[in-house]
Structure formats: C-alpha cells, structure tokens
C-alpha cells in the first residue's frame, strides 16, 4: 500500500508505517494543486494530513481510499466529497486529549497569576510586586465546560486537584441530570470539589468563574458562545478556548472584553495563517492584549508525547485497512441508509448464488445498501442478509427463488 504523508509527522509513524509493508511518500510541503497532483502521480492508496487541508479536488485522485487526520478535529476535510467518492476519513481521538487539557490549564494559571505580564516586567528591568499580587487563586472557584469528551475530561480532572468546582453542559447528558460522572473518572464524593450538570450552556456561563470550551464545530455549535452567552459571565470573568475558533463569536467576545473586563486565553483564533510562520494580525489581541487576553499559537496537541500517541494510532489505522479492509475511527460511514427491508436468503455455499439474487435486484431497480453472508459450520450453506432500499414485489422474490437451486429459503422483513 501507498501512503502519502503532505505534512509534518513523526519519524516513529514514518518507521511504523514501512514496518507494516506501506511505501511512505513524505513530503510534508504539498498543498493545494500540488497535492492533489501528487496524490494521482504516486497512486497513493492512503493519505495522512494534519493541518493540510482535503478538498473535494483531491478526491479525483482514483486510487485515493484512506485519509487520515492525524489529530482529533476532521474539519479542515472535505468529508462530504469524500464520502460521494467512496473515500474513508478516519482521525486519531482522545491522543492529544492532556496535551490540550495541560494547555487550558496553563492558559487558567497564566490569567489569574498573569504569568506573561511578570515575565515582560521583569526582562524590560520593572519590578512591580504590588500589581503583578493581586490574583484571585483558582481553591473554590468554579470551572464551566462546555462539552465533556475526552479533553474536557482531562481539564476535568486536573481542576479537581486544584479545588475547583464544576459545572458541566454537554448534549450527552441532556435529560440526564443526575449522570453519575465517575464513570468518567471524575471525583464526585470530595468534599472540596463540587460537582453539577447543567441544563443548557448559558446555566454553565451563569455559575462559572471561568469558562472553558471543548466543543467540535457543527452547525448547531458554531457562535454558540455569542454576545447572549457572553453576557452572562461575570464581570472580570476568564474564558478560555482550545477548540475551534468558530465556536466563538468573536466580535462579540471584543466587546465583552472591552466593556465587561472579561479576561480570555486562547489557543485557536479566525482565520489563522496556514504556514508554520506568517505575519498575523489578531485585533483582540492588538487592542486588548495586556492584562485581558493571553494567547498560544495553535499548539494545544503539540507535546511529543501527543505526537508520538498521534504516531501510533495513525499506523494503526493504516495497518488495520491493509490488513483487513477495516478502518478504525472512521467518521464518514452512514449511521442510517435508506434500507427499509431486508432479504434473508438461505442457501447452499456454492459459487454464484448471490450473484443470480443481485442480479434479479437489479433488474428490479432495487439498491442494496447493506450485506453480510455467514457461513454455517461445516461450509456447506449459508445465510445472506441483503438491507434493500424498498421491498421487492413478489414477482421478483419468485424470480429469486427461481434464479438458483442451491437457494433454500427465502424472507422478506421490514426493518
């Protein structure tokens, strides 16, 4: 199998991809044109990126089979284009899940100690011990999240250890407010960290003291945390986003900032450069950096040990398909057809037999969308189950059962 990898990887998923039989193409430089060019010049089976974006041009390439964001988020692929040409998009979840957790929390401590602020003072020859004092601690304060996968677990977590409080929003647990969260190796009997879900996002921006955002952009996700939500933070509180930029409005965050004190620390930004090192231009931060908004330039999963865990899981991934036909984590597969009914056929395990029924479907005008054929033991007969998008007529389950002797019984269920 040919692997093209069109971005920066580690060497250990370099090594780990040729030890599993693949011929690796790095190239980390291929963008745009030139990579959609590279993908059908080398015949490339399989694609890993990480920042590079996948467009629907890419997807022409006709050996193109895999890609894989080596990385948690999918969005800078054209996921949709993809599926139309039957490409599976498959990432690496929860391995930088305490790279980012450790940045947010990096992120909180700098903006109550105002970290960055004494180390400025202090290399342009200014000791200011009476400003630099006056901080607020993080024992009894209470920590917002929004949304509750694996990185906000993490964040979670390491909050405890620092006395905090929680309150929690995520659309797994609506409906379920009294979700034992231990199950997620959160502490909920300690006296010293109180734990709470909330209802909606704007009940977490209500209690919170700090407001931490770990949600994937959707529709549904995008400007969540809006001028309304914003509102209803207290004045001179922190939020704080390694997510997606998207997910903040960020015109709205400018005048929160402005007019409510609200301290920010973010790790994701509009309209980020695409190279490694560009000139960025970030308003927020121009007009309101000093004291109220700290920033990183993108790095929340940039720890060699996420990278190395990205590594792996990448070369398992591709291992796994060249080895079975099975990708793990795969984002793109339907999680409902257009399957109404579904046609058990019985019948001798003999060569041919399906065909004779696939071929009758055909005729029909009928899709499969979805089979699976089990052998009995022994291999003599089997049993196919054959997901149509609409029944036959029985004109046509006659001409099934007529199609082949080895055909022993056959059903019809709606689904």
């Given at each position: 199998m040919k692997v093209l990898i069109a971005d920066q990887f580690e060497q250990s998923g370099r090594d780990g991809l040729a030890a599993a039989g693949c011929d690796v193409v790095f190239d980390p430089a291929l963008k745009d044109d030139a990579l959609a060019e590279a993908l059908v010049?080398?015949?490339a089976e399989c694609l890993v990126v990480r920042s590079t974006k996948v467009t629907a041009a890419m997807m022409e390439s006709p050996s193109l089979a895999l890609i894989v964001r080596a990385g948690a988020g999918y969005n800078t692929i054209d996921v949709a284009a993809a599926s139309a040409h039957g490409v599976y998009v498959s990432n690496c979840p929860g391995k930088n899940a305490v790279a980012v957790a450790e940045l947010a929390m990096g992120l909180i401590l700098a903006l109550d100690r105002r970290i960055p602020d004494n180390t400025a003072a202090l290399v342009a020859g200014q000791w200011n011990k009476k400003e630099f004092s006056k901080a607020a601690g993080l024992s009894g304060r209470t920590l917002g999240l929004l949304?509750?996968?694996?990185?906000?677990?993490e964040v979670a977590r390491r909050a405890q250890a620092f006395g905090m409080h929680l309150v929690v929003w995520s659309r797994r647990f609506e409906g379920q407010p009294d979700t034992d969260l231990r199950a997620y190796g959160i502490d909920t009997a300690g006296r010293a960290s109180s734990v709470t879900i909330a209802a909606s996002p704007a009940a977490v921006a209500e209690a919170a003291d700090i407001l931490s955002v770990h949600l994937a952009l959707a529709a549904d996700t995008r400007n969540l945390v809006n001028a309304d939500l914003l509102g209803r933070l207290k004045p001179g509180a922190m939020l704080v986003n390694t997510a997606r930029a998207e997910v903040v409005d960020h015109e709205a965050l400018a005048v929160a900032v402005r007019e409510r004190g609200l301290r920010v620390g973010l790790d994701v930004y509009p309209d980020e450069p695409a190279a490694a090192a560009a000139e960025f231009d970030f308003a927020l931060?121009?007009?309101?950096?000093?004291?109220?908004?700290?920033g990183t330039h993108h790095i929340g999963a940039s720890t060699e040990q996420a990278q190395e865990a990205i590594a792996a899981e990448t070369v398992r991934i591709v291992r796994s398909f060249r080895e079975t036909g099975r990708v793990p984590n795969v984002v793109n597969l339907a999680r409902q057809t257009p399957a109404s009914h579904t046609l058990v056929v019985r019948h001798k395990d003999k060569p041919g037999v399906l065909a004779g029924v696939f071929a009758e479907l055909g005729?029909?005008?009928?899709n499969?969308?979805?089979?699976e054929n089990i052998v009995f033991e022994g291999a003599a007969a089997a049993v196919a189950r054959i997901n149509v998008d609409h029944a036959p007529a029985e004109a046509q389950l006659d001409a099934i059962r007529r199609a082949d002797a080895n055909i022993i019984s056959l059903q019809l269920v709606a689904i």
């Open positions: 010049a080398t015949g949304g509750f996968g694996s990185i906000a677990q931060a121009r007009d309101h950096g000093t004291g109220l908004l700290y005729r029909g005008g009928i499969a969308q979805e089979t």
